[in-house]
């Protein structure tokens, strides 16, 4: 009796998730679904690739779902009134059906792959070009973004400015990024404006993204990189075109500068728990490719031997 | 060689006292396994067992129990990656916002960072390599050679070899945790964070010798495999008779057999440059961190396979059994089986989309991991109409079995958005993916757990017990529910993996559930250990005949439960695919075998376990570099593969008239199980007789 009771419960307890999900819409818990929200022309194509691709798919899992409840219900042993043919196991209809099933949908969720897969491409970025296009389109704004343990630089080399562990940027304006490493590999991520890409020491890699809104997106880095790695969190401060340009003017004052000897002192090992932001001015002239030679020529910043059974 | 950071001496290496760690987690964990082992130890001895555990275990190459022992370790491993579980659902639980309170000297939750990450990296090493791996390989080893009519594995001496190798990895594994510490840069090793400028201590040291010690053993686990499968087959036995599951092993082996020495060498290459300080993977002087990447993947996609095939094989003969009906589509089924094992070499990039490669690599990688779900789309389809028209029973394999298919429906569902480039960008490293190959697992684990309570009666001769194997079903698929959906949410919010502490608050609800699921899922191992132990106590009242389900079909289930250590009497002929059900309707069931004849069978032999302790001292002395150890124990493991090359006379025989004797005696204990009789008939446990 207890057995069947708590087998029972055991079953209940597996609705509560769907119940949880009702409960979430209604108490605005929903807002933080970030990738439901997309705020910017690249998460929006990889939010609808995302429906897509499951509308596709559960319109073959639905029925097979369906089709396998039903036959174990049906054909189950104590329903004497079923069909019971122990030695079919063979039907070439089914086996045709069975097997175009799958091609076709793979042949069609294959098409779309190839279709979002160039969409999105971070290097030829028709996407971006193509939703700014038409409108008189803003220059493109240029960003460098290194991370180090475990903080991240952005350097805005036209403006002669870097701002760290905070990325100030304008609405509606392409925003080209090129990524690197001064340590180990990161990702760089903002869930509501752009997928990841990898950040890798000695290579460089692109993103580009435009956002539609002003506000204040998270970013984070979405690949381990290390006891700091989960404080690499950064915020992403998408302004207005005018406000954006009196920001940098701004911060073109501040009396923190830049240079590769600079560098090296803030790619210390640091684990940004406080969520400490800094400004630089008079960044040096292609430290970004400095950082990048460095690398690929041997610089490491070698963390230091952990004491065993602590940090 | 290069300079390490910290002290080094000639004696003892790396090793000082400080090697072992100061930590309450640790200790606790210490004290608690001591006593185990105490225990385990102080039983063996009280019993006066260690003659009988040297015999009959420690330098068997009985396929069953090499199998059984292999089960074992990776059962014990599973508890590990479980507690490490359990460990981190907690921590990412109470580490939930600015707000969140710190203990145990850590700013958020108890786990300071740097140990988290360990936890989590030993987590995926153990659970692919050391819980799902071993515990695979031995229903392959245990089923195989019974389903194709063998008496034993091709090459006996070669499996034990095998198993010693994994046990040492695993054992390497347990010691990191008491002296040193573990890997901190995940189960996959990511470069150049392996690397000795970012990783100083002898952490990914034991990771990398652990995998590769026990990454031999499989390999050469998966060769004997293939032989066996290829070589031993009963007569009569033709391609299109074999069973299902040897289908699978053999196409899992031959991934493994192609896809582990690319992780050897992978890391063998990391070895270099930690050890002698080349530059394969480094960032600078010429090395290519993203190489590692490729190869790592190139060994660890087919692994995903490796591990799921034998989970489909154990799932297409628990269906047939238990609707009481020839498997559909047996042809298109073997065909699935090789096109996934075929298609598996050709999708590691999907593992790093987001690394920049050109859309046009991207949109290959992406089309070819689809095309994986044509095959296993047409194994799907093919169980449901393995059940249509059948008599489907709902025992506790077939339970599993079923599950494993709706797991699957799920993991199917997300790893086709996965395999989209678009979508993967904006999940990639997040707790989506997780979430997914852990559905994934799921099938593994059902198949897995279906597979033991199936084949279960089959060495040990009586069941496990229904109604504690049913209550274990529904707190792990309870559990399961209860931690993976609100993580595929958690994804969705874009909560990224590895994270030791949560910067997004709004995250606590799904961590609360996640962490109620764990509990759910504590209470199905409470219920699994119950279950074993009762079905063991109460095993006299749940003794089975040679077909233990009554519904068997294949040839295993034609010899007796449990099996003797010869398997088959007389070597059987094959006539049918299922041979059971072809020769119950000709009415051959029971019929008795007119004469026996001698057997040959492989001879114990302690030189597995010598090498194994041998090569257990060569990892460790690679791991504290105390060079002494590692020539010492290279050379011994030399010498005594040399040394055993000159042993002329490695089998015995049984005589016809001893098998006779073994058969009768087996015969009437399977028509009348004797209630008083709590001894014997345990199947492996049973001496194995005139061995020595």
């Known amino acids: ?311 | 060689m290069v300079h390490v950071q910290g002290p080094w001496s000639e004696l003892l290496g790396r090793l000082s006292p400080s090697a072992i760690p100061n930590n309450p987690i640790i200790t606790g964990a210490f004290l608690f396994s001591a006593v185990i082992g105490i225990v385990l130890l102080g039983y063996v001895t009280y019993a006066g067992k260690w003659g009988y555990l040297w015999r009959e275990w420690l330098t068997t190459v009985d396929h069953k129990k090499i199998g059984v022992m292999y089960i074992i370790v990776g059962l014990v491993m599973l508890f590990r990656g479980f507690i490490d579980a359990l460990m981190m659902r907690t921590q990412q639980m109470l580490a939930d916002g600015p707000h969140s309170a710190g203990f145990l000297g850590a700013a958020h939750g108890y786990l300071i960072p740097y140990h988290f990450d360990q936890i989590y990296s030993a987590h995926g090493t153990i659970m692919i390599l050391f819980a799902a791996t071993p515990i695979l390989v031995g229903i392959m080893n245990v089923v195989v050679p019974l389903q194709i009519g063998a008496r034993d594995m091709a090459f006996p001496y070669l499996n034990a070899l095998g198993l010693w190798l994994t046990v040492v990895g695993a054992a390497l594994i347990m010691m990191s945790l008491f002296l040193g510490d573990f890997s901190h840069a995940g189960w996959v090793g990511m470069t150049p964070l392996t690397e000795l400028a970012y990783s100083p201590g002898v952490g990914v040291d034991y990771w990398m010798w652990a995998i590769q010690i026990a990454s031999v053993g499989t390999t050469l686990g998966a060769a004997n495999l293939i032989a066996t499968i290829i070589k031993m087959r009963a007569p009569g036995m033709t391609w299109g008779r074999l069973p299902i599951f040897t289908w699978t092993a053999l196409s899992t082996n031959i991934i493994a057999l192609t896809s582990f020495p690319v992780l050897g060498v992978s890391l063998a290459l990391l070895g270099l440059d930690r050890y002698f300080g080349t530059h394969f993977f480094t960032a600078g002087m010429g090395g290519n961190l993203m190489l590692y990447s490729n190869l790592f993947w190139m060994w660890g996609h087919p692994e995903v396979y490796f591990v799921i095939l034998p989970a489909f094989g154990m799932m297409s003969e628990i269906i047939p059994t238990f609707s009481e009906k020839a498997l559909f589509g047996y042809i298109t089924m073997v065909a699935a089986s090789f096109a996934i094992a075929g298609v598996s070499w050709s999708v590691w990039l999907h593992h790093f989309f987001t690394m920049g490669a050109s859309p046009a690599v991207n949109t290959f990688f992406s089309i070819a991991t689809m095309v994986v779900g044509i095959p296993t789309g047409v194994k799907v389809f093919n169980w449901a109409f393995t059940i249509y028209r059948g008599r489907s029973r709902f025992d506790t394999p077939m339970m599993w079995a079923i599950g494993a298919l709706f797991m699957l429906l799920l993991g199917g569902l997300t790893g086709m958005m996965l395999a989209m480039p678009p979508i993967n960008y904006s999940v990639h490293n997040s707790v989506f993916v997780v979430a997914h190959f852990h559905t994934m697992l799921m099938v593994v684990i059902y198949g897995i757990m279906g597979g033991v309570s199936y084949w279960f009666p089959k060495v040990f001769g009586f069941k496990l017990d229904e109604t504690l194997g049913k209550r274990f079903f529904w707190y792990f698929t309870a559990g399961t529910i209860m931690v993976f959906v609100p993580m595929y949410l958690s994804g969705f919010m874009g909560m990224t993996r590895r994270l030791d502490y949560l910067a997004n608050p709004h995250l606590l609800p799904f961590e609360v559930l996640e962490e109620f699921g764990i509990g759910l899922y504590t209470v199905s191992v409470y219920y699994f250990v119950r279950q074993l132990y009762v079905s063991l106590r109460d095993r006299s009242e749940n003794r089975v005949g040679a077909n233990a389900w009554g519904t068997g079909r294949t040839l295993e289930w034609m010899t007796a439960s449990p099996t003797p250590f010869y398997n088959f009497a007389v070597t059987p002929r094959v006539n049918a695919r299922d041979e059971l059900i072809w020769r119950k309707e000709q009415g051959f069931e029971n019929t008795l075998p007119t004469q026996y004849e001698d057997i040959l069978m492989p001879k114990n032999t302690a030189v597995p376990l010598l090498i194994g302790a041998f090569s257990l001292a060569l990892g460790f002395g690679l791991v504290w570099r105390i060079w002494w150890m590692t020539d010492l124990s290279l050379l011994g493991v030399v010498l005594t593969v040399i040394a055993r090359s000159f042993v002329r006379v490695t089998d015995y025989v049984v005589g016809a008239s001893e098998v006779e004797q073994i058969e009768r005696r087996s015969r009437t204990r399977g028509q009348s199980p004797r209630p008083d009789s709590r001894r014997g008939g345990m199947g492996v446990f049973r001496p194995s007789r005139s061995n020595t």
């Open chain 1, 1 to 311: 009796m207890v057995a069947k009771r708590l087998r029972l419960l055991a079953r209940y307890i597996t609705l509560i998730p769907g119940l949880f999900l009702a409960g979430c819409s209604s108490q605005g818990l929903s807002r933080q679904f970030v990738l439901f929200r997309p705020a910017g022309p690249l998460a929006n194509v990889d939010f609808r690739f995302t429906i897509l691709d499951v509308a596709v798919m559960l319109g073959i899992i639905v029925p097979t779902t369906i089709m396998t409840i039903v036959f174990l219900l049906r054909y189950r042993k104590t329903n004497t009134k079923a069909v019971y043919e122990p030695k079919w196991s063979h039907s070439n209809f089914i086996e045709f059906v069975v097997w175009t099933i799958p091609i076709l949908t793979v042949a069609m969720l294959g098409y779309y792959s190839y279709q979002g897969t160039f969409a999105v491409d971070p290097y030829n970025p028709r996407l971006i070009n193509h939703s700014v296009g038409g409108k008189k389109a803003p220059r493109p704004l240029d960003v460098d973004v290194i991370t180090t343990d475990w903080q991240w630089l952005f350097i805005y080399p036209k403006q002669h400015i870097a701002t760290a562990n905070e990325l100030v940027i304008p609405v509606g304006t392409p925003v080209h990024f090129h990524l690197t490493s001064a340590t180990v590999v990161n990702d760089f991520y903002i869930p509501k404006l752009a997928g990841m890409i990898d950040i890798m020491p000695g290579m460089r890699t692109k993103q580009v993204l435009v956002a539609d809104k002003v506000g204040l997106y998270q970013g984070y880095s979405a690949n381990f990189s290390g006891g700091g790695f989960s404080w690499m969190g950064f915020k992403t401060k998408v302004v207005g075109q005018n406000t954006f340009q009196t920001w940098a003017k701004h911060i073109a004052k501040s009396p923190q500068t830049l240079n590769y000897a600079g560098f090296n002192a803030f790619a210390k090992p640091y684990k940004n728990v406080d969520g400490k932001t800094d400004q630089f001015s008079h960044v040096s002239a292609g430290l970004f490719d400095r950082v990048i030679k460095a690398v690929t020529m041997g610089k490491v910043y070698k963390t230091p031997l952990p004491t065993y059974g602590k940090a």
